[in-house]
């Protein structure tokens, strides 16, 4: 089991930035991918950036060059720095972990965070 703290959504204007982190606990020794996914009102939810146990990232066009995915130094806890913020960017953001237990992969996932973004 793992469980996924999130925090640091909020408001903010076009054009500025926010970080949110997420916490892991539990077996995180299982965890081989963390990432953010975010979900908009009337939209399906979708990836925005992941980062895997190797540090490989991978980001969604729509953010590439103004969000970075990152850990800390035990490589525990992920952030993701969002600059340059849209209108679109608005949702909620939810953190997931891909756990690898014996031959099968699980999703977990945060409570989410709103991230608003207006003027």
């Known amino acids: 089991q793992v469980q996924l703290v999130e925090s640091g959504g909020g408001l903010v204007q076009p054009g500025g930035s926010l970080r949110l982190s997420c916490e892991p606990s539990g077996s995180i020794f299982s965890i081989y991918s963390m990432g953010w996914y975010r979900q908009a009102p009337g939209k399906q939810r979708e990836l925005a950036a992941a980062?895997?146990?190797?540090?490989?990232?991978h980001y969604a066009d729509s953010v590439k060059g103004r969000f970075t995915i990152s850990r800390d130094s035990a490589g525990n806890t992920v952030y993701l720095q969002m600059n340059s913020l849209k209108p679109e960017d608005t949702a909620v953001y939810y953190c997931?972990?891909?756990?690898?237990?014996?031959?099968?992969?699980?999703?977990?996932w945060g409570q989410g965070t709103q991230v608003t973004v207006s003027s």
């Open positions: 997931n972990a891909g756990v690898v237990s014996g031959r099968n992969t699980y999703d977990y």
């Open positions: 980062i895997t146990r190797d540090g490989s990232t």
